[in-house]
C-alpha cells in the first residue's frame, strides 16, 4: 500500500509539472494562426563525415538527395568519399561508398505534435526569461518501408586473430594462419556489394506559425527520419592467397560476414530558405570479413532549390 501510494504521488507531481510547464504564459493571449506549406519535391544535402570502424576510418565528403516522386513513394542516392582517409597508411586506390534506395509509404498518419513559439525574452539579473507559448500542430508522420543496395571499394584490412577462422592458438594477434600452420603477413583490398531492407518513421513539418497579437511568427520546415536496416551481402571480393606453389582463395580461410545492420536518422531543415542545415548519424555493423563494426556522424547544408509555397490554413490530405 505504501509503496502504491508512493508511485502515485511520484506520477501526480509529474503530471502537476508537466501541466504547469504547458500552461506558462498561455492564458489570455490571442489565438494564433497556421499556414502549411508543401512538401518539397527534392531534398539535397552536401556534408562533410567522420566516421570510425570499417570499412573507414577518417573524414569523408559526401552528397544526399531524396526525390518525392509520387505521393507514396520516395528515391534516394549518395556517395562517400575520402577527405582524410586514416584507415591505413597505404596509398593503394581511393575508398568510396555508394547507396542508392526507395521508401515506401505504408501509412501516413496526421497527428498533432506541440511546438513553442518564443514570444519574448527579457534578462532579469543573471537569469534570461522567456514568454512562450505552445501550440499543438496537426503535421504528417509517416511509416516507411526502406529498399536499397550499397557498394564500398578498396576499404583495407590486414588478416588478424578476429578475422581468421580458426583464429590463432600461439599469442599472436595478426597474420593468416595456413593449413600447413604457418603463420604469414595478409593484407587485401575489400570490395563489398549488399543489399538492405528496412523499416522507418519519417516526420514531416512544414507550417508557419502566426499570432495575430504580435508580428513574430516562426517557421518549421524540416524532414526528419529514423530508420533501422538489415543488410545481405552476396558479393564479397578479396585478393587471392598465394603461399607456395598453391594459390588459395581467401573465403576458404577468412571469417566472411555477409550480414549486417544499422540504426540511424536523417534531418533536413530548410527554414523555409534555399539553405538549410543537414545531419545524419549511423552505427551498426557492415557486411565484410571478422566484425567490421562503424559509427559515422555527418553535418552540412540542405537546399530544396524551390521556395515553399503555401497550401493554406488546413493540412490536406
Not at 46 to 66: C, E, R, S
Not at 113 to 130: A, C, E, N, P, W
Not at 165 to 186: A, C, H, R, W
Request: aromatic share 18%; net charge positive; charged share 20%.
Amino acid at each position: 500500500m505504501k509503496k502504491f501510494l508512493f508511485f502515485t504521488t511520484c506520477l501526480l507531481f509529474l503530471g502537476s509539472i508537466k501541466t504547469s510547464m504547458a500552461q506558462v504564459d498561455n492564458n489570455g493571449w490571442a489565438s494564433a494562426t497556421v499556414d502549411y506549406f508543401n512538401q518539397p519535391k527534392i531534398l539535397f544535402a552536401a556534408h562533410i563525415t567522420p566516421a570510425a570502424g570499417f570499412p573507414y576510418t577518417g573524414i569523408f565528403y559526401g552528397a544526399d538527395l531524396n526525390v518525392k516522386v509520387a505521393k507514396i513513394l520516395y528515391v534516394n542516392a549518395g556517395f562517400l568519399a575520402p577527405l582524410l582517409d586514416m584507415s591505413f597508411i597505404y596509398n593503394d586506390g581511393n575508398r568510396y561508398n555508394f547507396y542508392a534506395g526507395t521508401e515506401l509509404v505504408l501509412r501516413n498518419k496526421k497527428i498533432y505534435d506541440r511546438f513553442d513559439l518564443t514570444i519574448s525574452t527579457t534578462q532579469s539579473g543573471d537569469y534570461t526569461v522567456k514568454k512562450y507559448r505552445d501550440y499543438k500542430v496537426r503535421v504528417y508522420e509517416q511509416t516507411i518501408l526502406r529498399l536499397g543496395a550499397e557498394y564500398y571499394m578498396n576499404s583495407r584490412f590486414e588478416a588478424n586473430a578476429l578475422t581468421t577462422l580458426n583464429g590463432f592458438k600461439e599469442k599472436v594477434t595478426s597474420g593468416l594462419l595456413m593449413p600447413d600452420g604457418q603463420i604469414i603477413d595478409y593484407s587485401s583490398n575489400l570490395n563489398c556489394a549488399f543489399l538492405y531492407l528496412g523499416i522507418g518513421k519519417k516526420s514531416l513539418n512544414y507550417f508557419k506559425i502566426k499570432m495575430s497579437d504580435y508580428q513574430e511568427s516562426d517557421k518549421f520546415t524540416s524532414t526528419l527520419t529514423g530508420y533501422f536496416d538489415l543488410f545481405y551481402a552476396p558479393f564479397i571480393t578479396l585478393n587471392p592467397i598465394t603461399y607456395g606453389n598453391i594459390t588459395y582463395d581467401a573465403a576458404s580461410l577468412l571469417r566472411k560476414m555477409p550480414f549486417g545492420g544499422r540504426l540511424g536518422m536523417e534531418f533536413y531543415n530548410t527554414s523555409g530558405k534555399f539553405l538549410g542545415f543537414y545531419t545524419r548519424m549511423e552505427f551498426g555493423m557492415m557486411p565484410g570479413v571478422g566484425f567490421p563494426v562503424y559509427f559515422k556522424i555527418g553535418v552540412g547544408v540542405s537546399s530544396i532549390f524551390t521556395k515553399l509555397r503555401s497550401q493554406g490554413s488546413t493540412l490536406p490530405e
